[in-house]
């Protein structure tokens, strides 16, 4: 018996699923369907479903996709004035909110079955 463990692609983190497995099913799919699909590629890579190759040009795409995310977010957020201001007002709609009986509470008398007894 071998130790040694399958060998994985490029870019590869998981193990490769069986070929009926149904999230293989649909993101195989998804990537024949529309090969520019983010979420296809990056899931294909990860799982190794893709030849060598295509695993090989797709990791790169995905690095410089990842690369790119990270320069444009890495400037400090602030937040503005407004934004802080109308999510204070949208948790102050949600309480006012649950003030509001809906007449849905269960009385002594509502029981399920009860008239039958």
């Not at 295509?54 to 996709?65: E, G, N, Q, V």
Request: with cysteine; aromatic share 6%.
């Amino acid at each position: 018996m071998s130790d040694a463990a399958p060998k994985q692609k490029i870019g590869q983190k998981h193990p490769t699923p069986t070929p009926g497995n149904g999230d293989r099913v649909f993101y195989e799919t998804l990537y024949n369907q529309r090969p520019d699909s983010e979420m296809a590629q990056e899931w294909c890579v990860n799982y190794g479903v893709l030849s060598e190759e295509d695993a090989a040009k797709i990791y790169k795409k995905i690095l410089k996709r990842k690369a790119a995310a990270k320069s444009v977010g890495s400037s400090s957020p602030v937040k503005s004035e407004k934004k802080i201001a109308s999510k204070k007002k949208k948790a102050k709609k949600v309480m006012d909110d649950v003030e509001f009986d809906a007449g849905m509470g269960a009385g002594g008398d509502e029981g399920i079955g009860i008239g039958a007894l």
